[in-house]
């Protein structure tokens, strides 16, 4: 289970980078942001501070290889809440 842990916290990481890289200091993208980190997305808009991003953003994929260590069937609930999250996203950035 550290395993899973530690392969969730380096997604983490690797997908915070890659969010960073391509939003190119406000001149890029945020949609790779929406759609790996959604849930640091949304705490964004809704005007939470630095660290509760920095926080969500390293915690979300360890969170979700925890759950997948308890039991399989939370697959489906991951993949139907990060699919949520992610729509809720990319319709809050166009707006």
Do not use: D, E
């Amino acid at each position: 289970m550290i395993k899973s842990l530690l392969i969730g916290f380096a997604f983490g990481v690797l997908a915070m980078f890659v969010s960073l890289f391509t939003m190119g200091a406000g001149h890029g993208t945020n949609v790779p942001a929406s759609v790996l980190l959604p849930w640091c997305m949304l705490l964004a808009y809704a005007g939470f501070n630095n660290a509760a991003l920095l926080i969500t953003s390293l915690a979300q994929f360890p969170l979700y290889a925890f759950l997948l260590c308890q039991n399989r069937i939370f697959a489906i609930l991951i993949g139907i809440l990060h699919i949520g999250a992610v729509v809720g996203a990319l319709v809050r950035s166009a707006a």
